[in-house]
């Protein structure tokens, strides 16, 4: 059996999905051409605060994955009120993203803030602090713990969830959210073209480069911004267990290798924060350092994703040649 570039065998079972191939070039660096971002900068950094709301019971008795690693590693079953893990999460909410909202005040730089739709319903307030820094609201499907791999196989129910959400978002921010973070990063391979039949103009899934690219889906293209889940508090302190230094080091080495490889073509660093870890008292240091670090460097786009994605579509022919 074949494997197609989009990683698809040529097997009848699998045949149903060849309308949902994930469409993009493979093209190795050396092969592209250069990227010249405005005013020449030379390194795109998006600081993403993720905004996600846990429902405290599900109407399962299965495991309840709730869209992230627990503080508590024994699973309860969905109906089973979990309130350590939810209250570990939740403190996000109440306390840690108000905490990191005065780190980068005080630097004076801006997030991208990826966001449930219960978030708009629940938790308006974060909503509305982000809103009053005129940061970057990115759909994150409706639930935390609803993941879109779990609709693998239910196209029309994928596309209800989406629209749901992009329908709240919508409203609650007076505009239609341009890009789409699926929670967990678990999409399916259909999620890119259902966004671009809506309309919008990214999607950050994909962690397989330091570059924006085309993703192409019979609704139209779609640009890719890539997510991190290494430069990524849970992966730095919850996975691994680092200090604050150590993951102020990793930070630090992150971009200065990509600041440094900038200089003969743009590229893009994603820091991915979530309130309940990096915003919790003894973490915080961490990130107050790397963005007075980051602000201490000329040639930087402080950027949102989808003025990226704008750029890209606009600027970026020729990047990733057929």
């Not at 009053?132 to 994150?140: C, L, P, T």
């Not at 962690?207 to 779609?222: K, L, R, S």
Request: with cysteine; charged share 20%; net charge negative.
């Amino acid at each position: 059996m074949l494997v197609t570039q989009a990683g698809f065998r040529d097997d009848p079972v699998l045949r149903r999905f060849r309308g949902a191939e994930l469409r993009y070039p493979y093209v190795p660096m050396p092969a592209r051409g250069r990227l010249t971002f405005p005013d020449g900068k030379r390194l795109a950094l998006i600081v993403t605060i993720n905004l996600e709301y846990w429902d405290l019971t599900k109407d399962s008795a299965a495991p309840y994955y709730a869209g992230g690693p627990a503080i508590l590693p024994d699973p309860l079953p969905g109906n089973v009120a979990d309130f350590p893990n939810f209250s570990w999460r939740e403190y996000g909410q109440r306390v840690g993203f108000w905490r990191m909202l005065r780190a980068f005040d005080e630097v004076g730089v801006p997030a991208s803030c990826t966001a449930n739709a219960k978030i708009a319903l629940e938790r308006r307030a974060m909503l509305d602090a982000a809103l009053q820094r005129g940061w970057e609201i990115v759909a994150h499907n409706y639930e935390q713990g609803e993941l879109l791999t779990g609709l693998a196989h239910d196209a029309a129910a994928e596309r209800r969830v989406i629209g749901a959400t992009v329908e709240v978002l919508e409203r609650a921010i007076g505009r239609r959210p341009a890009g789409w973070l699926s929670s967990s990063l678990r999409g399916t391979p259909r999620t890119p073209q259902i966004l671009a039949e809506l309309g919008l103009t990214y999607f950050c899934d994909l962690m397989n480069d330091d570059q924006p690219y085309i993703i192409a889906t019979p609704a139209g293209d779609i640009v890719a911004t890539p997510y991190s889940i290494e430069i990524n508090d849970f992966t730095l302190f919850m996975r691994r267990g680092l200090t604050n230094d150590a993951a102020l080091d990793v930070m630090r080495e992150q971009f200065d290798v990509l600041y440094a490889e900038g200089a003969e073509s743009g590229m893009v660093m994603n820091v991915g924060l979530h309130p309940h870890v990096a915003g919790v008292p003894h973490r915080v240091r961490a990130l107050r350092e790397f963005l007075a670090y980051a602000k201490g460097h000329e040639g930087v786009w402080w950027t949102t994703r989808e003025d990226l994605a704008r750029w890209y579509l606009a600027n970026g022919s020729g990047h990733m040649p057929a």
